[in-house]
């Protein structure tokens, strides 16, 4: 068995923090430039490169073929935007309707830059919390929503016109900017990513 050297890529997300992935690979960060995620892995956008015979070639090429799974080791000063992964047929479906338009891969626009349904694994190396999904629980705000479940709330609260927004969030984050609420609260997250990303006066509806 032979070992290689390898050398992984970083994305520069905003959301990104300035210390922990330059201090784990010793890179120096005196501009103060958000390293969010170290990947590993032979993901087109962004392979892995590895040094065989004194030349960093990439991990694919090194391997003939292609992992299964993308390492990443993520470093996050800021709240993440809200994620929603396709299954493994809406993943296919998707990358293939988006080829057959001619939408580019680096397309802002476009969902699908890969056919993998993208299951995630979280392994904690701090203090680290994750919102996943929808609680069971009946909730109050249901009423008057016309929604029979949070997820129809959801879709109603990405969809609603942003005054109506404003009208929802409002009266609610009022009564909780006033407690002192710990992380392990959801409520603390829902007061956190108003600061954050609410913007002139409107309430973001993520």
């Known amino acids: 068995m032979r070992i290689l050297r390898l050398q992984g890529g970083v994305q520069h997300y905003p959301w990104g923090d300035t210390h922990f992935i330059p201090e784990l690979i010793g890179r120096d960060n005196r501009e103060g430039e958000p390293f969010a995620e170290l990947w590993m892995g032979t993901h087109p956008a962004l392979p892995s490169m590895v040094e065989v015979e004194g ?23 800021q709240p993440l935007s809200i ?51 929808f609680r069971p629980d009946e909730a109050p705000e249901l009423a008057g929503f016309h929604a029979s479940s949070l997820e129809e709330l959801y879709a109603s609260l990405m969809t609603m016109p942003q005054d109506e927004v404003d009208a929802f969030f409002a009266p609610r984050l009022a009564k909780l900017e006033d407690r002192a609420l710990h992380p392990a609260e959801r409520e603390y997250w829902l007061v956190r990513c108003h600061g954050e990303f609410s913007r002139d006066g409107h309430y973001d509806r993520g």
């Open 83 to 133: 994620q929603a992964h396709p299954s493994a047929a809406q993943a296919r479906a998707g990358f293939l309707r988006e080829n057959a338009a001619g939408v580019p891969l680096d397309a802002p626009h476009r969902n699908y830059k890969d056919e993998r349904h993208k299951p995630e694994l979280l392994c904690a190396l701090t203090d680290f919390y994750a919102l996943r999904g």
């Open 55 to 77: 030349k960093l070639v990439p991990l694919s090429d090194a391997m003939e073929g292609e992992l299964p799974y993308l390492f990443k080791i993520l470093s996050a000063r």
